[in-house]
Antibody, heavy 121, light 107 residues
Framework: QVQLQESGPGLVKPSQTLTLTCTVS??????????WTWIRQPAGKGLEWIGR???????NYSPSLKSRITISVDTSKNQFSLNLTSVTAADTAVYYC?????????????WGQGTLVTVSS | DIQMTQSPSSLPASVGDRVTITCRAS??????LNWYQQKPGKAPKLLIY???SLQSGVPSRFSGTGSGTDFTLTISSLQPEDFATYYC?????????FGQGTKVEIK
């Protein structure tokens, strides 16, 4: 059973860089054909796709966040990470990591529990 | 970006009701449409993928139909544990996009 777990600071100051890590257990992050994805949700609002990394290391980012995002993978630790620079209060949200397959469907079948990030001085 | 529009935004219903939620895409997404259920404080849970396939472990009272731009999620007989918010999501192209959500609440 694959499990994902987000970790990172709960509080980040404006203009700083947010770094979150998703640890994958129950399977190797580099086996199979999967996209490893970040999604966020401001309080009381809907879901926003941030970006993803493929097992090969190739990435796709949301156009609205592309200039501030880097997603990377560390296969030795079975983790992937999100770096979001120059954060503002608008980046306050619950951040989820999730997995989708490369082939048919491409649905998000496994999700982490989510981690709340607050941007405030 | 492909825009996903759900209706209604809020759906008051009673246990035992048949509930239908619709989702419309701004362009054809063939059947690359997924449905998720989210309860307060929890991550979304996959219910239906590629428009009509039931995710393993999901009760058969949930069903999905549609193709192209118009899709529906139906709950045949609403159970107490089904009061939640439901999201559609397209996996046709990037950026992936979600509907704004439909909150199924107690009438």
């Amino acid at each position: 059973q694959v499990q994902l777990q987000e970790s990172g600071p709960g509080l980040v100051k404006p203009s700083q860089t947010l770094t979150l890590t998703c640890t994958v257990s129950g399977g190797s992050i580099s086996s199979g054909s999967y996209y490893w994805t970040w999604i966020r949700q401001p309080a009381g609002k809907g879901l926003e796709w941030i970006g993803r990394i493929y097992t090969s290391g190739s990435t796709n980012y949301s156009p609205s966040l592309k200039s501030r995002i880097t997603i990377s993978v560390d296969t030795s630790k079975n983790q992937f990470s999100l770096n979001l620079t120059s954060v503002t209060a608008a980046d306050t949200a619950v951040y989820y990591c999730a997995r989708s397959n490369y082939g048919s469907g491409r649905q998000f079948d496994y999700w982490g529990q989510g981690t709340l990030v607050t941007v405030s001085s | 970006d492909i825009q996903m529009t759900q209706s209604p935004s809020s759906l008051p219903a009673s246990v035992g009701d048949r509930v239908t939620i619709t989702c419309r895409a701004s362009q054809s997404i063939t059947t690359y449409l997924n449905w998720y259920q989210q309860k307060p404080g929890k991550a979304p849970k996959l219910l239906i993928y590629v428009a009509s396939s039931l995710q393993s472990g999901v009760p058969s009272r949930f069903s999905g139909t549609g193709s192209g731009t118009d899709f529906t999620l139906t709950i045949s007989s609403l159970q107490p544990e089904d009061f939640a918010t439901y999201y559609c999501q397209q996996s046709y192209s990037t950026p992936r996009t979600f509907g704004q959500g439909t909150k199924v609440e107690i009438k």
